[in-house]
């Protein structure tokens, strides 16, 4: 049996340990190819392509236009690529109201193959023109969307997506790479660990102010970059805290395991603004898998990915963050629990093979429509 021919053109695959999700696809009987842009650039830096797992496909580096912007970026090679690859299937790991994904759904149009895209828009914001008609012709040339999030399919439907819908999350974890460690013997000292952006969304300030208000012994390990680094590191000397926080930058992605390791919490404390919410909080079960004990805020997704596995407060309440950090504190058997609770949560839900399994289920899907609408017509 011949085997599906796919492409994937992913900005977010710079990332070495993402690649594992590239892995699992051809695994499951995909001949397939990644293309990513020599790096990305955004707001917490730029993130330069690693080829850490590229078992079983081929990973390739292709040129990027307008680096950095989101709804213009695009790759001008892409359609002599996809003449030369002929895949069955396009999928544009890109939101559909960018240029880029309705280049490549055209591209894959003129050659025969079936498009379909990934959005984790969970705000519904109407776009100017042209971008609101890139939008709704992407629509019509997807049989199948993917959704990161159910408020992202529900958007979808909002605006006006008529195709099928699969929700699944972009990335799983591997539970094998991403797994709890002999904990060294307790003592009175909360390691508390914050990974992410380091941007006024991400709500690293209130962390901050809830560290504060802590009594007894902590520290904070916090790993990121962005454009609040500076503002953050001045008011933890303003707090008067500054010798209890490391600064760790960015760590690379197939070294966060080593990162959660060292930590008894991992906070996630998003609040949403105007134009975003959380759309998902990759770090929160990447530090699950390891045994981290999480606390997140309300807001966006994060609540449905904790579950019951581990604790919420109202986002941009700091004095609540640090009720749940000082209960982790004083009851460690409580923070024990939580870490049970989270690796199975994990392995129940998000594994990288399932996300790879549920990705590919849609592929096909597209596919069978695909091949019914000619058959039609």
Same mark, same amino acid.
């Given at each position: 049996?011949?085997?599906?021919?796919?492409?994937?053109?992913?900005?977010?695959?710079?990332?070495?340990?993402?690649?594992?999700?590239?892995?699992?696809?051809?695994?499951?009987?995909?001949?397939?190819?990644?293309?990513?842009?020599?790096?990305?650039?955004?707001?917490?830096?730029?993130?330069?392509?690693?080829?850490?797992?590229?078992?079983?496909?081929?990973?390739?580096?292709?040129?990027?236009?307008?680096?950095?912007?989101?709804?213009?970026?695009?790759?001008?090679?892409?359609?002599?690529? +996809? $003449? /030369?690859?002929?895949? @069955? #299937? =396009?999928?544009?790991?890109?939101?559909?109201?960018?240029?880029?994904?309705? &280049?490549?759904?055209?591209?894959?149009?003129?050659?025969?193959?079936?498009?379909?895209?990934?959005?984790?828009?969970?705000?519904?914001?109407?776009?100017?023109?042209?971008?609101?008609?890139?939008?709704?012709?992407?629509?019509?040339?997807?049989?199948?969307?993917?959704?990161?999030?159910?408020?992202?399919?529900?958007?979808?439907?909002?605006?006006?997506?008529?195709?099928?819908?699969?929700?699944?999350?972009?990335?799983?974890?591997?539970?094998?790479?991403?797994?709890?460690?002999?904990?060294?013997?307790?003592?009175?000292?909360?390691?508390?660990?914050?990974?992410?952006?380091? +941007? $006024? /969304?991400?709500?690293? @300030? #209130? =962390?901050?102010?809830?560290?504060?208000?802590?009594?007894?012994?902590?520290? &904070?390990?916090?790993?990121?970059?962005?454009?609040?680094?500076?503002?953050?590191?001045?008011?933890?000397?303003e707090l008067g805290i500054?010798?209890?926080?490391?600064?760790?930058?960015?760590?690379?992605?197939?070294?966060?395991?080593?990162?959660?390791?060292?930590?008894?919490?991992?906070?996630?404390?998003?609040?949403?603004?105007?134009?975003?919410?959380?759309?998902?909080?990759?770090?929160?079960?990447?530090?699950?898998a390891c045994g981290v004990?999480?606390?997140?805020?309300?807001?966006?997704?994060?609540?449905?990915?904790?579950?019951?596995?581990?604790?919420?407060?109202?986002?941009?309440?700091?004095?609540?963050?640090?009720?749940?950090?000082?209960?982790?504190?004083?009851?460690?058997?409580?923070?024990?629990?939580?870490?049970?609770?989270?690796?199975?949560?994990?392995?129940?839900?998000?594994?990288?093979?399932?996300?790879?399994?549920?990705?590919?289920?849609?592929?096909?899907?597209?596919?069978?429509?695909?091949?019914?609408?000619?058959?039609?017509?």
């Amino acid at each position: 049996m011949q085997l599906m021919r796919v492409v994937m053109v992913s900005k977010a695959l710079v990332v070495g340990a993402y690649q594992r999700k590239a892995e699992e696809i051809a695994r499951l009987g995909v001949a397939l190819t990644v293309l990513t842009p020599p790096a990305w650039r955004d707001r917490r830096g730029c993130q330069v392509t690693q080829a850490r797992h590229t078992d079983g496909y081929t990973l390739r580096v292709i040129p990027i236009r307008f680096n950095g912007n989101f709804h213009l970026h695009h790759y001008p090679t892409l359609a002599r690529e +996809l $003449a /030369e690859l002929k895949p @069955d #299937l =396009l999928h544009m790991d890109e939101e559909p109201y960018n240029l880029a994904t309705w &280049l490549g759904l055209r591209a894959a149009q003129r050659s025969g193959a079936v498009g379909l895209y990934f959005t984790w828009q969970n705000l519904y914001r109407r776009y100017p023109p042209p971008f609101s008609w890139i939008e709704q012709v992407n629509y019509r040339r997807a049989p199948v969307a993917i959704a990161g999030n159910q408020d992202a399919a529900t958007v979808l439907r909002r605006k006006g997506y008529r195709g099928e819908i699969s929700v699944i999350p972009q990335f799983g974890v591997d539970p094998v790479w991403f797994a709890p460690v002999h904990a060294p013997p307790e003592g009175g000292s909360l390691r508390i660990g914050y990974a992410g952006g380091l +941007l $006024a /969304e991400k709500g690293v @300030d #209130l =962390l901050l102010r809830a560290c504060a208000m802590l009594r007894g012994e902590w520290r &904070l390990q916090i790993a990121g970059e962005g454009e609040q680094r500076q503002m953050l590191i001045q008011l933890a000397y303003e707090l008067g805290i500054a010798d209890r926080v490391n600064w760790r930058g960015r760590v690379d992605s197939t070294a966060m395991p080593g990162f959660y390791h060292g930590l008894d919490v991992l906070a996630a404390p998003s609040r949403a603004t105007p134009t975003w919410k959380e759309q998902f909080g990759r770090v929160l079960v990447e530090a699950m898998a390891c045994g981290v004990a999480v606390i997140g805020s309300d807001s966006g997704e994060i609540p449905n990915v904790i579950g019951d596995a581990g604790l919420l407060f109202a986002e941009g309440d700091a004095s609540a963050l640090a009720m749940r950090l000082q209960r982790l504190h004083d009851y460690p058997e409580e923070r024990r629990c939580l870490t049970m609770a989270g690796r199975e949560r994990v392995l129940a839900h998000y594994t990288m093979t399932d996300v790879a399994e549920r990705t590919v289920a849609a592929y096909a899907r597209a596919l069978a429509l695909a091949t019914t609408q000619r058959a039609v017509l």
